[in-house]
Each structure stands twice: as C-alpha cells, then as structure tokens.
C-alpha cells in the first residue's frame, strides 16, 4: 500500500508570507493529486500533476518522481486561503487513491 | 450543471436503524465514490464504481451497501447504523479511472449514530 505523509500538520502564517506545504509518498506513481477542503467542508481538486511543476493564480505545485515528493507553495497568501490542503496518491493498481491526512493552513490577516 | 450533489446534509441515527444516502451527478462521469472522513485521518474509501452495473470494495467496506443502476446516480446504504459510523461521507466522481482525472466532489453527508 502506498503511504502518504504530509507535513507540516498544522501551518499558521501572516498574509503575504510564501508557503510550503509538503506531501511525500512511498511507492511510485503516476500521477498525484492534490486537494482544497474549505472550512465549509466543501474539497475540491487543485492540481493533479506527474511530473515537473504546474501553476495556477498564487499556487504552484511541484513533483520529484525520483525522491517521491510533492509540494504545494502559495505565493502572497491571504486569508481566503485558509483550509485543509490534502494530497492524495494512488493505490492498489491506479483503481483508487490514499489521501494524506492534510494541512490546515491558517493565514492571519 | 450541479455537479455532485448528496442528500442529506446532515442526519441523525440511532443504533441499529437503516438509511441510503443519495448521490448524484449531471457530468455524464463513469467512476463514482464513497469516502468517509473522520478527525486526525484521510479520506477513506469505502466503495467505488467504474461504471453503471459495476461496483467493487473500497478499504472500508463492512456496513455499507452500494448499486449503481444508472450512470447519474450511486446511492450508499447503510444496513444497521453503528456509533463507529458516524463521520462525514463524501460522494466524488470523475471522468474515468484514477489517477488520470481529476475528481469532483459533493457537499459531503455529516452522519450522527446515537
């Protein structure tokens, strides 16, 4: 089975400061996903990514094949992205996926 | 188009009733899922479907039931409610089969058993 581990668990920062989050796993894949879930509860799909980096708005998720390694960063953030982020990887032959456990983000304004 | 929708929001049980909590979706997606999510864990899978007919266990199957009798809807039933049921159940579908596509998830289900 694929573990997934994320770090850190908790994040607390001021608004406009750059973030990392990191997510790693332990068997190869072939792509990895990651996830926003909204103080709400509402999750919805940011990236899902096999290899290099991708970019949208403030985010930029990147990816180590080799090392089996994945982070999430946010440039300027802000309050509004304040959530759970979660990575998820997949498992037992590309049919489902492990989540991480998540990264709750808090950004003070 | 909605997206994924679930029905109820919330709900309240007492041990040892049955319920079926609804899913949905508009997008025409051949892979469907049931996760729960309970404090200090990830998302679990309880049961998946890659298409109307087909349905197959996930990591946490025991207590639930599913069918998928149409592509749209992937209904999860629980047959004798236990406290250790209680969680938050999500609903998600997507195009075809993971990894390659993205997921779509619904509003999530809060399940209370007493």
């Known amino acids: 089975k694929n573990e997934v581990e994320q770090s850190p668990q908790n994040l607390t920062a001021q608004e406009g400061e750059f973030i990392t989050i990191n997510c790693s796993y332990s068997v190869g894949i072939s792509a990895l996903h990651w996830l926003q879930q909204h103080p709400g509860g509402g999750i919805v799909s940011l990236f899902m990514l096999s290899s290099g980096k991708k970019k949208h708005g403030r985010l930029i998720a990147t990816i180590n094949i080799q090392e089996k390694h994945s982070s999430l960063h946010i440039t300027a953030s802000h309050p509004r992205d304040s959530a759970v982020y979660i990575c998820a990887v997949p498992n037992f032959g590309n049919e489902k996926l492990t989540f991480g456990t998540g990264t709750r983000l808090t950004i003070i304004p | 188009n909605a997206g994924v929708t679930q029905t109820p929001k919330f709900q309240v049980l007492k041990t040892g009733q049955s319920m079926t909590l609804q899913c949905a979706q508009d997008?025409?997606?051949?892979?469907m899922s049931w996760y729960r999510q309970d404090p200090g864990m990830g998302l679990r899978l309880i049961h998946y479907?890659?298409?109307?007919?087909?349905?197959d266990q996930g990591e946490v199957p025991n207590g639930y039931n599913v069918s998928r009798s149409t592509t749209e809807d992937f209904p999860l039933r629980l047959l004798s409610a236990a406290p250790s049921q209680t969680s938050v159940y999500f609903c998600?579908?997507?195009?075809?089969?993971?990894?390659?596509?993205?997921?779509?998830f619904g509003p999530g289900t809060r399940l209370t058993v007493t």
């Open positions: 998600a579908s997507s195009y075809g089969d993971l990894p390659t596509y993205e997921q779509y």
């Open positions: 997008m025409n997606h051949e892979y």
């Open positions: 479907s890659v298409g109307a007919g087909i349905t």
